[in-house]
């Protein structure tokens, strides 16, 4: 079985500062974990996703993220944060072991990520 | 939100009635699927297709309907056996289901409000 943990609600942050969202994971096999940022009353737009090889990817817009596999974290992150940034981030598992043929992703529930300028 | 088009962007439904959300996309992806978003509860898997005239009920499948007739379309009927269809609606597609590195797009939503 796969599941995924985002254990923030919410993370607030200022203009200009680092910027962390938080991803824990757990599967069976080895994972495939994505990043997805959801603007209000609009759909996912993806980010980034980590299959294998360097622990450290980079993606759209300034974010990076670090799997960490001993941790099994996968936690977002952006040097510098912009009030643009401000929206909801959502974190997204797969197993490699898949499941009857199949490869559904598990969501987390979500980050609310507020920048203050 | 990359070549997925759902419509309407906004839609009410009286109780009793079923309604039928549209979801087209031109990517020539063979899998596509249809999430439920409630706040605080990110995204429920209600159903998903790997090709045509193929479909598999996810976790929150009753109450719904889809059907799979074209390759490009993947409509969703909510149905009067729905208990709270006040929601927020996301369809998706990937290359294929199976296929664990592939990447979801997603289309914009629809917001269906129970009058």
């Known amino acids: 079985a796969q599941s995924v943990a985002q254990p923030e609600d919410q993370v607030n942050v200022a203009e200009g500062n680092p910027l962390t969202v938080k991803c824990t994971y757990s599967v069976s096999g080895n994972p495939y974990l994505f990043w997805y940022v959801q603007y209000p009353n609009r759909g996912l737009q993806f980010l980034l996703k980590?299959?294998?090889?360097?622990?450290l990817v980079k993606g759209s817009y300034g974010f990076e993220a670090e799997f960490n596999k001993s941790q099994t974290s996968f936690h977002l992150k952006k040097p510098s944060a912009l009030v643009s940034d401000s929206a909801l981030y959502f974190c997204a598992v797969r197993d490699s072991r898949g499941s009857g043929g199949s490869y559904i992703p598990t969501f987390g529930r979500g980050t609310s990520l507020i920048v203050h300028p | 939100d990359g070549g997925i088009t759902q419509s309407p962007k906004y839609l009410f439904r009286k109780e009793g009635q079923n309604v039928t959300l549209s979801c087209e996309q031109n990517?020539?992806?063979?899998?596509m699927y249809w999430y439920r978003q409630d706040p605080g509860q990110g995204l429920r898997l209600i159903y998903y297709s790997q090709i045509v005239n193929d479909f598999q009920k996810g976790d929150i499948a009753e109450g719904y309907s889809v059907s799979r007739e074209k390759k490009e379309s993947f409509p969703l009927t909510v149905t009067s056996a729905q208990k709270n269809p006040t929601a927020f609606y996301l369809c998706?597609?990937?290359?294929?289901?199976?296929?664990?590195?592939?990447?979801?797009?997603f289309g914009p939503g629809t917001r269906l409000t129970v009058l």
């Open positions: 998706a597609s990937s290359i294929m289901v199976a296929q664990g590195t592939d990447t979801q797009y």
């Open positions: 990517l020539n992806h063979d899998a």
């Open positions: 980590y299959i294998t090889g360097d622990n």
